[in-house]
Nanobody, 119 residues
Framework: QVQLMESGGGLGQPGGSLRLSCAAS????????MGWYRQDPGKERELVAS???????NYADSVRGRFTISRDNAKNTVDLQMNNLKPEDTAVYYC?????????????WGQGTQVTVSS
């Protein structure tokens, strides 16, 4: 059974930092790509950052230079370091994992963790 479990998040101040972590079952190495998405109420879920099994990263323009995604197969986690937080970063953040199963691309999601940026 595939499970993704987020931790971290909470309340951050503008200009401050927060770190999100995602633990996977089975191991992170079983996923072709991992990523973080976020969603505000009434808006579509959007990609924040992703990293492939080969280490190629991709960032949304709105977070590039402020957020860093890292994948650690030994620790079995994918982390999102968020620096220089802005109020517009407030959202529910979801861990995402992609696997190809029997030729089909399958997306897996965590339960989400709230990030609120406010002074």
């Amino acid at each position: 059974q595939v499970q993704l479990m987020e931790s971290g998040g909470g309340l951050g101040q503008p200009g401050g930092s927060l770190r999100l972590s995602c633990a996977a079952s089975p191991r992170i190495s079983s996923f072709n790509a991992m990523g973080w998405y976020r969603q505000d109420p009434g808006k579509e879920r959007e990609l924040v950052a992703s990293v492939t099994s080969g280490g190629i990263t991709n960032y949304a323009d709105s977070v590039r230079g402020r957020f860093t995604i890292s994948r650690d197969n030994a620790k079995n986690t994918v982390d999102l370091q968020m620096n220089n937080l802005k109020p517009e970063d407030t959202a529910v953040y979801y861990c995402n994992g992609v696997r190809y199963e029997q030729g089909w691309r399958v997306n897996y999601w965590g339960q989400g963790t709230q990030v609120t940026v406010s002074s």
